[in-house]
């Protein structure tokens, strides 16, 4: 799991190896939203590892129209990111064209 992501508490189930209930959370992170897994309750705090480190990701049912789904939606994510990378570098070199002084920009 990303450090960057945060969770929500979502119920209680057994007790780790601390000898705390074990939690259940779903996970904000954006590589891994909406998953659930369960911890301990100290697994981690400001990004600080506490307690035993019991960590489990909860694999639920997946139907084939879901995975369908979330193949398609990381495509289309993946073909977004490199369109913007390619607009991104196009522009810089129109900014840099136009920040060289006006004498040799003759064509404006």
Not at 19 to 42: A, H, T, W
Not at 56 to 77: C, P
Request: some cysteine; hydrophobic content about 30%.
């Amino acid at each position: 799991m990303s450090s960057s992501g945060s969770t929500i508490r979502r119920s209680v189930v057994g007790n780790c190896k601390c000898g705390f209930p074990v939690k259940v959370c779903k996970s904000l992170d954006p590589d891994n939203y909406g998953k659930k897994y369960e911890g301990c309750k100290f697994y981690r705090n400001n990004n600080v590892r506490l307690g035993c480190g019991h960590f489990k990701w909860i694999k639920e049912h997946e139907t084939q129209w879901q995975k369908d789904a979330i193949e398609q939606l990381v495509n289309a994510k993946t073909k977004l990111e490199n369109a913007l990378l390619g607009s991104v570098s196009g522009t810089s070199s129109i900014i840099a064209h136009y920040k060289k002084p006006v004498a040799e920009n003759e064509d404006l």
